[in-house]
């Protein structure tokens, strides 16, 4: 299983971002995904999962601000990430971590 992550950037404060993961090989065992991000010196964690069977969740330090959705025919999931702010600034990783796969990261940095 291969995930590959895209989108990240450089945007302004109170700006918006997409992130995309595509899933490719044997992924017919997965039945959730999700968003961890790495700010400089600080620890991994969690942003956002989404269930093959229905219900998203997210940390509370993003909640009403980003969305994360997916798209079958694609097997992509995606993360909308609105209203940024510098703290949000981190490489975000897609995982379906219960099964250990984990994608490359993709660098976000939110900074006037």
Same mark, same amino acid.
């Given at each position: 299983? !291969?995930? !590959?992550?895209?989108?990240?950037?450089?945007?302004?404060?109170?700006?918006?971002?997409?992130? &995309?993961?595509?899933?490719?090989? &044997?992924?017919?065992?997965?039945?959730?995904?999700?968003?961890?991000?790495? *700010?400089?010196?600080?620890?991994?964690?969690?942003? *956002?999962?989404?269930?093959?069977?229905?219900?998203?969740?997210?940390?509370?330090?993003?909640?009403?601000?980003?969305?994360?959705?997916?798209?079958?025919?694609?097997?992509?999931?995606?993360?909308?990430?609105? &209203?940024?702010?510098?703290?949000?600034? *981190?490489?975000?990783?897609?995982?379906?971590?219960?099964?250990?796969?984990?994608?490359?990261?993709?660098?976000?940095?939110? &900074?006037?």
């Amino acid at each position: 299983v !291969q995930l !590959q992550a895209s989108g990240g950037g450089l945007v302004q404060p109170g700006g918006s971002l997409r992130l &995309s993961c595509v899933a490719s090989g &044997s992924i017919a065992s997965i039945n959730a995904m999700g968003w961890f991000r790495q *700010a400089p010196g600080k620890e991994r964690e969690f942003v *956002a999962a989404i269930r093959w069977s229905g219900g998203t969740y997210y940390a509370d330090s993003v909640k009403g601000r980003f969305t994360i959705s997916r798209d079958n025919a694609k097997n992509t999931v995606y993360l909308q990430m609105n &209203s940024l702010k510098p703290e949000d600034t *981190a490489v975000y990783y897609c995982a379906a971590p219960g099964k250990g796969y984990w994608g490359q990261g993709t660098l976000v940095t939110v &900074s006037s």
